[in-house]
C-alpha cells in the first residue's frame, strides 16, 4: 500500500511540473495565440488563471496545438 501512495505522489508531481513549465511557456507564447483578446493582459490576470492551468494543462494543449502553433 506504501508503494501505491508513492507512486500516485510522483505521477502527482510530475503532472504538476509539468503543468507549471507548461503554464510558462503558454503564458509567453500561446495565450494570444488561442485568445487574441487575450493581448494586454496584465500579470494579475495570469496569476489568476494559474490554479486552472495547472490543472487542465493537457487541454490548454491541445486548444494550443489546434489554433496553429
Known amino acids: 500500500m506504501e508503494g501505491l501512495i508513492q507512486v500516485i ?23 494570444v495565440t488561442v485568445d487574441e483578446s487575450a493581448e494586454n493582459t496584465t500579470w494579475k490576470f495570469k496569476l489568476l ?4 492551468m495547472l490543472i ?10 489546434r489554433s496553429g502553433s
Not at 488563471?49 to 486552472?52: A, E, K, L, Q, R
Open 56 to 65: 487542465f494543462w493537457p487541454l490548454f494543449a491541445l486548444k494550443w496545438k
Open 49 to 52: 488563471i494559474s490554479p486552472g
Open 9 to 31: 505522489v510522483q505521477i502527482w508531481l510530475i503532472y504538476t511540473v509539468i503543468g507549471i513549465v507548461f503554464s510558462m511557456l503558454f503564458f509567453k507564447f500561446g495565450l
